[in-house]
Nanobody, 123 residues
Framework: QLQLVESGGGLVQPGGSLRLACAAS????????VGWFRQAPGKEREGVSC????????SYAAAVNGRFTISRDNAKNTVYLQMNRLIPEAIAIYFC????????????????WGQGTQVTVSS
């Protein structure tokens, strides 16, 4: 059974950076596409970014394109989300998720979810 654990969230000032990590256990992650989603207070969960199993294909939400970078290290069974130039609108719980299929920004197509990590942007 694939298990995902997010880490790296925290409090950062506007304009700052954080790197989230999604560590997998139970099975190797290299056959799975991985997505990052976020849910802000009072809002629906939204897609942030996703990456194919090989890392050769990535996608980003328009709101984060150019500031966030998704990557993966299959040898470490981990996927990362580098978040730069953070703004208050990024405040949310960030979840990683995986599926044995193509990468997608549609949350209902993913099978495995982590518990999330809180990101807060404030001065």
């Amino acid at each position: 059974q694939l298990q995902l654990v997010e880490s790296g969230g925290g409090l950062v000032q506007p304009g700052g950076s954080l790197r989230l990590a999604c560590a997998a256990s139970g099975v190797t992650l290299d056959h799975y596409a991985v997505g990052w989603f976020r849910q802000a207070p009072g809002k629906e969960r939204e897609g942030v970014s996703c990456i194919s199993h090989s890392g050769g294909s990535t996608s980003y939400a328009a709101a984060v394109n150019g500031r966030f970078t998704i990557s993966r290290d299959n040898a470490k069974n981990t996927v990362y989300l580098q978040m730069n130039r953070l703004i208050p609108e990024a405040i949310a719980i960030y979840f990683c998720t995986a599926v044995w299929s193509v990468a997608t920004m549609k949350s209902n197509l993913y099978d495995y979810w982590g518990q999330g990590t809180q990101v807060t942007v404030s001065s």
